[in-house]
């Protein structure tokens, strides 16, 4: 069956009988405005945003946040390109400089993981920060940009399912009158992003005990919806030469792999939430202020020494984590 049908209209059954036909894009002068592109660009702006707002629980600031956008799109988009093509080479090999043709479609969601990761390794390094600390929060930046950016899918009939007659199923009738009844995988996508988000964020609230510890969480939880998911569409990239599913055998890996840590972590290493980057920085900055003596003389000294305290803090934070921020990232770069 095909799998993309941007001029059928849709309906789902469960809900009624009625239908729409929204259109893939508008007009804007002489720009035509693709829904799909709007919806991402939307949920990019509200993961910056509530990653910014969230920045100094995890021992951040915002201004880290839009520096590593800078870094991170480019590297994103590149990464998910290269993730596609190489597995969908087929259609490029008569035309390779079509690979460049970005704008035709053909991104993979797990080539932006990596990208962004990759950006957020090397801006870390850069400035002294932690690297497991800065993912455990951009994490729910994924989160809201897959949530909402399954429903750029929806506005292009793309990225559904088998036909079935499962009570939610979604029907798209092309203007010829053909009918496809398939499972909603964009819609069964959003709705588990959105309940990790929704559980991640009040459990990191009060339960994060160490660096790192949400974004296993976040490939657990995601790694295990697109595991199921992924079985489902119609559009998936193979493994070459295989029936093997790409995403659907990085989900199990990352799922497998990440569980395995948090299970090592919660019975066996049992960390001290003292050691989490934030803290640090709050016990350094403390030190800072307070100065060896305490005294009304050392005052002046210590207003003078300000400037210089940020940098101070951030150095002795990343020497006292370095063994932690090893332990956690080996975990990780071994997962992606």
Wanted: aromatic share 14%.
């Amino acid at each position: 069956m095909p799998q993309s049908l941007p001029d059928a209209s849709i309906s789902f059954p469960m809900l009624g009988n009625w239908s729409i036909d929204p259109p893939t894009y508008f007009k804007l002068g002489p720009l035509n405005i693709h829904f799909y592109g709007l919806i991402i660009a939307t949920g990019f702006l509200l993961a910056v945003l509530y990653c910014a707002k969230r920045s100094t629980e995890f021992g951040m600031t915002s201004d880290n946040v839009f520096d590593v956008i800078i870094l991170g799109v480019p590297m994103a988009v590149i990464c998910s390109r290269i993730y596609y093509c190489a597995f969908h080479w087929e259609t490029y090999r008569e035309n390779p400089i079509s690979v460049l043709y970005i704008w035709e479609g053909g991104l993979g969601m797990y080539g932006v993981i990596a990208g962004a990761i990759l950006a957020l390794v090397i801006y870390c390094r850069w400035k002294k920060l932690s690297i497991p600390a800065f993912l455990d929060m951009v994490c729910f930046g994924f989160l809201i940009g897959q949530t909402l950016g399954r429903w750029g899918n929806f506005m292009n009939r793309e990225a559904f399912g088998y036909e079935t007659d499962i009570f939610c199923r979604m029907v798209l009738t092309t203007p010829s009158g053909r009918v496809y009844s398939v499972h909603p995988t964009f819609l069964y996508e959003s709705v588990w992003n959105l309940i990790g988000f929704t559980f991640m964020h009040f459990y990191s609230k009060k339960h994060r005990t160490y660096d790192g510890q949400m974004f296993l969480i976040y490939l657990a939880w995601y790694g295990f919806g697109r595991m199921f998911i992924e079985g489902l569409r119609t559009d998936s990239l193979y493994l070459w030469g295989t029936s093997i599913r790409v995403s659907q055998l990085v989900s199990a890996i990352l799922f497998v792999a990440s569980v395995t840590i948090l299970l090592y972590n919660r019975f066996k290493r049992h960390p001290d939430p003292e050691n989490m980057f934030v803290n640090r920085q709050k016990a350094a900055k403390t030190a800072i202020v307070e100065g060896p003596a305490g005294t009304a003389e050392d005052g002046g000294s210590n207003r003078d020494d300000s400037d210089n305290a940020e940098e101070e803090i951030g150095e002795e934070a990343e020497e006292g984590t370095k063994e932690e921020i090893k332990e956690d990232t080996e975990g990780k770069d071994s997962d992606e």
